[in-house]
């Protein structure tokens, strides 16, 4: 993976976002999808610091993010907050209705880009929940790759792949792609696998 300068970004929130990071001594890789709709997985989520810094890397990148929450980070008083940065609350206890749900709004909006953690928690996990593969496959949308290497300070999109039905093989691909991706607490990361059926 290189890190590619986003030479001349198109707005203010670009721009400032860009300039910010640059205080931050990072760099964004921007190997966006040719499509204006698509499932971005990101790993590996070990720190609070992700979130912000990754709200940072996709306005640099120009996308527009709508994101996956645990539904307790919805309530009173950042509900509100929550919502208007692109947030969509889930209860995690209701995984099909929920797929269901994603790959209709996938079908709804004619651009859409909706940002998911696989591991679904910052504490070392065992393996990957597999919502964000399912909600792809149904919708016929590529999965973005998107990462933060705290170790290089470099953050992104690396690459993209369409999910071929084939859960097992896609992972396998998945997981050749974030072996050198070193998040801010590597103790805390878990393996890029899912549960064996």
Known sequence: MSAIELSSPRSLS?????????????????????????????????????????????SAMGIKLNWIGKDSLFRRPFGGLMRSLGGIP?????????????????H???EFVV???PEGTRK???????GFYY???????????AYLDYRRKVGGIGTSLMPSGDIQADMDQIRE???????????QQGEVQIRPR
């Open 14 to 58: 670009q721009t400032l976002a860009h300039s910010f990071l640059n205080i931050l001594g990072w760099k964004v890789e921007a190997n966006l999808p040719p499509t204006s709709k698509y499932v971005m997985i990101g790993a590996h989520h070990t720190s609070n610091i992700d979130f912000p810094l990754t709200l940072l890397v996709t």
């Open 90 to 106: 889930v209860d995690r206890f209701t995984h099909n209705k929920f797929v269901d749900q994603m790959i209709a709004a996938f």
């Open 108 to 110: 709804k909006h004619p």
């Open 177 to 187: 792609f974030y072996v050198d991706v070193t998040g801010k607490f590597p103790h």
């Open 124 to 130: 070392k996990t065992d393996y990957w929940r597999t």
């Open 115 to 117: 940002a998911i953690s």
């Open 135 to 145: 909600i792809a496959l149904g919708a016929k949308v590529p999965i973005a790759l």
